[in-house]
């Protein structure tokens, strides 16, 4: 719950002792700083923490030396006085604001900071004339040197000004007399350059970077003419040194400007070297390689010294490809569907793909080195293997058998394992959508099975049907069922057990997904082999907000409700949520009802003020069916105690009425913990509380005629006279 604290600082003083300029020792940089501070308009009278810092702007602006966090502050009557230390420096003859923290009692929430800062007026800045450089340390006092001793008997006489022209002092060392004007000017005067009237300064006293017209000088820095310089003689100049004059940048060579000579076209004899050629230009008798496609609108012809009979003639020899780098491409133009021929395992396997113009392209043979043959896959495990995991949808299978025998149960596709003992398969399916499908489409009234499996002999364990699904991704079925049509009664599955000592007509090892109705006839357990409920469900763990438990209702990603063998819990994707019993419907009905979170029974009311748990409160009179903070003595609108204070949260709150804006825990009866003024009285266990003059505050009852109606309850326990602080108090309005 948030709570604003309203504090203020009135009557602000600030004071500071100074010594006199003739010797006295310094007082240091301390001051003293008093100031009354008042809570929700009542003197705080209690023990207060203090932070105090120092601003050159009344708002924002840059911090002043630290922060002085001055703890345990006796308040009295609102009153308090402290000694600040911000160091050297920090008055300098600028304007200083400073910013105060609270927070009251000491030790106890959060520091509030008063708004606005407090301007410090000259008191401190006296501070500053102790380190003025005009008096500390100085040479002069008003023209006299701080060290000068006139003679003795000695007169001096002041002029119309105060001041001593003709003075004669002691003329010591380092003790001559410091006038104020030298001809009626001061000293910077003479230090402007611009009040030289007469004469002229010698190129002596020039420094040696000055430019001199009748010297010989060398110029290292770059100079640039805003105006064509003008030259007397012809030629405007000379170079008489045969040395190559560097960054000279002409204006023609041979009359010609540089970008006719960047013109290849001007270039009219001689013949380019191969050498002068990058080596990205074909040359005839050089052995280069081309990485990039070139295109022949003509023949090409290789081995052969003939015309090209084709767009490429190769006679004469063998034609390599090397697969490496590369395809062999076969294209019908006008589509650019074909065909590539590739090869993998550094050469020693041949791959066929079809390549369509509009979809990647796909191996459909792929010739393994050593034999086998793979159609519709790259690893074939058999001499031929036929996979239709690459054909269209719409292809039958790999293999097709269509028998059209009427007379007996001849199969259409039939798979024999020679090994009958323990090992072997005679027909096996995998697919990534089915394995192997059975199907009847028969309209006769006998008795068909689209998957018939038979198994006897044996003392092992035997399946009639076997089905196992496992991939990463996907949805996978070892058994996929559907039952429809005309009949009476179709089951997509039927299954029989019997003549064992164990007997299961279904036996799944993994998950089991029904996503139409099920029908169980008997008990179904779930953790179980031998349910004695109709639904019982065992083995499951402990349930906490982030797992576990026997069942879920609902995702666990999102609200949900789960049940563990001892625990009804509600949940929000791993977050605790609200439970409710019956919310919508009656009474809930319990022989005994345990609360384990709190102390006291609290409903929540609308608080006009900003109070904060612990606080006494009162029915609002300007505000029907609302509280306020209690204020004043033996108040008989007295209503309860903010709830939770001290990390103690009510036990059972009542909600508020609808359209409350700032509903707040109000304990009407139990422990609950209290602000309490023991200033007058100390609080011991046992006494009757009712309201204080302090706001917000309870206090021990001393006028049981006054109490009556305005009685809070019983302290539990106590608090030193002269005190204010928290008291665990047994809520009993009377």
């Known amino acids: 719950m948030r709570v604003v604290q309203d504090y203020r600082i009135y009557a602000v003083c600030a004071m500071l002792a100074t010594a006199a300029w003739c010797g006295a020792a310094p ?54 006085t402290v000694t600040v230390d911000f160091g050297p420096g920090a008055f300098t003859g600028e304007e200083r604001w400073l910013e105060i923290a609270v927070r009251v009692p000491a030790g106890a929430g959060s520091y509030t900071t008063l708004s606005p800062r407090q301007l410090l007026t000259a008191t401190p800045y006296a501070l500053y004339a102790l380190t003025a450089s005009a008096v500390t340390n100085a040479d002069t006092v008003d023209f006299f040197h701080a ?6 008997n000695q007169l001096l006489a002041l002029d119309a000004a105060g001041k001593f022209p003709n003075a004669a002092l002691y003329t010591g060392a380092g003790r001559g007399l410091d006038a104020d004007l030298l001809d009626g000017q001061h000293g910077l005067f003479y230090q402007n350059a611009g009040n030289l009237n007469a004469g002229t300064l010698a190129d002596a006293r020039l420094s040696s970077n000055v430019m001199l017209l009748n010297n010989a000088q060398v110029v290292t820095g770059l100079k640039t003419f805003n105006a064509p310089p003008s030259f007397t003689a012809a030629p405007p100049f000379s170079v008489t040194n045969a040395a190559l004059v560097s960054q000279l940048n002409a204006d023609y060579l041979d009359g010609q400007h540089g970008s006719y000579y960047q013109n290849a076209s001007n270039l009219n004899s001689g013949t380019l070297a191969d050498a002068r050629l990058s080596s990205n230009v074909a040359l005839l008798d050089s052995e280069q390689t081309f990485t990039a496609v070139k295109h022949f609108l003509a023949g090409v012809s290789m081995g052969t010294g003939v015309a090209p009979q084709g767009i490429l003639d190769v006679r004469g020899g063998s034609m390599y490809f090397d697969s490496g780098g590369g395809l062999f ?34 191996t459909r043979m792929y010739l393994q080195a050593g034999g086998r043959v793979g159609i519709g896959t790259t690893s074939p495990a058999a001499p031929l293997h036929v996979s239709s995991n690459n054909f269209a949808a719409s292809t039958a299978g790999v293999i097709t058998g269509t028998c059209t025998v009427t007379s007996d149960d001849t199969p259409a596709v039939y798979g024999e394992h020679a090994v009958t003992d323990n090992y072997g398969v005679g027909v096996k399916g995998v697919g990534g959508y089915r394995g192997v499908e059975g199907r009847v489409t028969s309209a006769g009234s006998g008795t068909y099975a689209a998957l018939y ?5 044996g003392t092992g364990t035997n399946r009639g049907l076997y089905a196992y ?18 009949g009476t009664t179709n089951y997509g599955v039927y299954a029989q057990a019997s003549g064992a000592t164990t007997n299961y007509a279904g036996y799944f090892s993994g998950d089991v997904r029904v996503t139409s109705d099920l029908f169980v006839s008997g008990n179904a357990g779930i953790g179980t082999t031998s349910p004695e409920v109709k639904l019982h469900v065992t083995g499951g763990s402990d349930a906490s907000l982030t797992g576990g438990g026997y069942v879920v209702l609902g995702s666990t990603t999102g609200t949900n409700l789960v049940i563990d063998n001892n625990e009804i819990m509600a949940r929000n ?7 409710y019993l019956n919310a919508d419907g009656g009474d809930v009905q319990v022989p005994v009802l345990v609360i384990t979170g709190g102390s006291d029974l609290a409903e929540k009311f609308d608080v006009t003020d900003e109070a904060r748990p612990g606080m006494v409160v009162a029915i609002d009179p300007a505000n029907p069916g609302k509280l306020c903070i209690a204020r004043g003595a033996y108040n008989r609108r007295v209503a309860g105690v903010i709830s939770g204070a001290n990390d103690v949260s009510a036990g059972m709150v009542l909600a508020d009425l609808p359209g409350a804006q700032n ?40 006028d049981h005629a006054r109490a009556q109606g305005a009685i809070i309850g019983k302290a539990m326990t106590g608090l030193a006279q002269g005190e204010t602080g928290m008291v665990l108090v047994l809520v009993n309005l009377q």
């Open 27 to 80: 007082v240091g940089t301390a001051f003293t700083y008093q100031g009354q501070l008042k809570l929700l308009g009542q003197p705080v009278s209690d023990q207060a923490d203090l932070q105090l810092s120092l601003w050159d702007a009344q708002v924002a602006g840059t911090q002043i030396g630290t922060t002085q966090t001055l703890l345990n502050v006796p308040v009295n009557d609102g009153l308090f």
């Open 147 to 152: 060290a000068a001793t006139p003679a003795a």
């Open 329 to 362: 491409f076969i294209r019908y133009a006008p589509t650019n569907d074909g065909w590539n021929f590739a090869t993998s395992g550094s050469g020693a396997n041949l791959l066929i793909q079809e390549d369509p113009n509009d979809a990647p392209a796909s």
């Open 453 to 457: 499996g038979y198994v006897s002999g």
């Open 469 to 486: 699904a496992a991939t990463s991704t996907g949805t996978n079925y070892g058994v996929y069922a559907v039952a429809s049509g005309g």
């Open 573 to 579: 994707n791993g977050a605790a949520s609200t439970l």
């Open 663 to 702: 509903s707040q825990p109000v304990a009407l009866t139990g422990r609950v913990w209290t602000y309490c003024d023991a200033t007058e009285r100390a609080v011991e266990p046992g006494d009757l509380l009712t309201t204080a003059e302090r706001a917000g505050y309870a206090m021990p009852v001393t």
